[in-house]
């Protein structure tokens, strides 16, 4: 396993913060007084009784504030290290939330190799207001530089990148932003705030679609926003009580139900997904494998210095198009979906599916084509991943060549 030098896990001298695997596993569970119940409550109530005229118990009104979302957006905020946490109903919702920070005539710098949902919500809905992007391999500069406009105010950085696995120094990007006066975002999904906490690198505002990694089971929607700095907060929090894409109280019982084995499932994810991209980086039928843990990976180096671990989705191309198909159809154990970050090993088609809505000439340009699978490796045995990958290569291997 590669040497990872970004000491996630200590225990903070100055805050005095208990290593992030205890706090995570004790998520709401010192939060309700009154019962002692170590899981916390859901909270049903959208309306708040008031003591009296002027006075609030804190709570008013469910969309504003929910005693069960509460303690989750705490929870949020303290494992990203930033100021204020808000869960919303989805991924997309949290960065439809996010960009209203925006104006008729703002500028962003996005990463290429971009989320699919989220380039349509640029290049289908925001573009429509105004608010345009300009797409660049964010680890580049010089890219950066010449990318840079008057009317530029933040660069949206997803690292690494689904599904190509593209590194970008987060620090690097977040001084060169903060040179200029723009804010920096980071969608943090694929790492999750155990692995990697792009606020301690010098962002502003970290973001996540929960429904991946954090709630970890393919069964909770939900996406968080955590920011740092009292007026970017105040911002936010304005936005997502106005706009109203907040996560319901069941949902975000349900995600901090997840939220509590991050630790042990994102160990076990990084340590399956090494064990089969190296299977499959010497496999015959396997062109190339994109997984920033291989010593090989131009993200290696960068992902080491800034991150505590890997994530557990990776991509690979097939050495002939012809495969896809077949290994889709003999494939037993691992299931044929969109998504990933769950226990379940999904594979997915991102020319058919995540990536449809990226046009062919950007998509092709990136690298994403159709050869390339994406692979989210799940909690189970990594051997029977292994056997099941084997099998279903070796089935396609067969139709494709005639043979037997
Ligand atoms: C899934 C995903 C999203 C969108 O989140 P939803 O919860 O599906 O709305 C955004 N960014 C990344 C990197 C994702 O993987």
Request: with cysteine.
């Amino acid at each position: 396993m590669a040497e990872h030098n970004a000491d996630n896990n200590k225990p903070d001298n100055q805050t005095g913060k208990l290593r992030i695997e205890s706090r995570l596993a004790q998520i709401g569970s010192m939060e309700e007084p009154v019962t002692g119940a170590v899981t916390y409550p859901i909270y049903q109530a959208t309306a708040y009784r008031h003591p009296r005229l002027g006075q609030s118990t804190g709570f008013d009104y469910t969309r504003t504030k929910n005693p069960t979302r509460a303690v989750l957006e705490k929870a949020a905020a303290d494992l990203e290290s930033g100021d204020a946490g808000f869960a919303c109903s989805s991924g997309m919702a949290a960065l439809q939330t996010l960009f209203m920070l925006f104006s008729s005539g703002d500028h962003l710098i996005v990463s290429l190799d971009l989320y699919g949902g989220t380039y349509r919500l640029f290049e289908k809905i925001l573009s429509r207001y105004g608010i345009t992007a300009t797409y660049v391999d964010t680890n580049d500069l010089d890219a950066l530089e010449s990318s840079r406009r008057p009317e530029t105010k933040a660069v949206f950085i997803e690292t690494p990148t689904n599904p190509l696995m593209m590194v970008t120094d987060i620090a690097a990007v977040s001084a060169w932003s903060r040179k200029h006066g723009f804010l920096t975002i980071v969608d943090n999904t694929l790492l999750s705030p155990y692995f990697q906490r792009p606020i301690e690198l010098g962002a502003d505002i970290v973001v996540h679609s929960a429904t991946k990694y954090l709630g970890g089971h393919n069964d909770v929607l939900a996406g968080l926003i955590v920011t740092k700095g009292q007026k970017l907060s105040e911002e936010v929090a304005f936005l997502h009580n106005s706009i109203g894409a907040v996560l319901s109280p069941n949902d975000s019982y349900q995600l901090m139900r997840g939220m509590k084995t991050l630790a042990l499932r994102m160990e076990r994810h990084q340590s399956n997904a090494t064990a089969i991209a190296t299977f499959l980086s010497t496999h015959p039928q396997i062109a190339e494998v994109f997984y920033p843990a291989l010593p090989g990976h131009p993200g290696h180096e960068i992902q080491n210095r800034q991150s505590s671990g890997n994530t557990g989705i990776f991509s690979f191309k097939v050495t002939d198009a012809r495969y896809v198909e077949p290994i889709l159809r003999h494939l037993k154990l691992i299931a044929f979906a969109e998504s990933l970050g769950g226990v379940e090993s999904l594979l997915t088609y991102p020319a058919v599916q995540t990536h449809a809505d990226i046009p062919l000439e950007i998509r092709e340009a990136v690298g994403v084509d159709d050869r390339l699978l994406r692979f989210s490796v799940g909690i189970e045995h990594p051997d029977d991943l292994i056997e099941d990958l084997a099998q279903a290569l070796e089935a396609a291997r067969a139709e494709v060549e005639g043979v037997r």
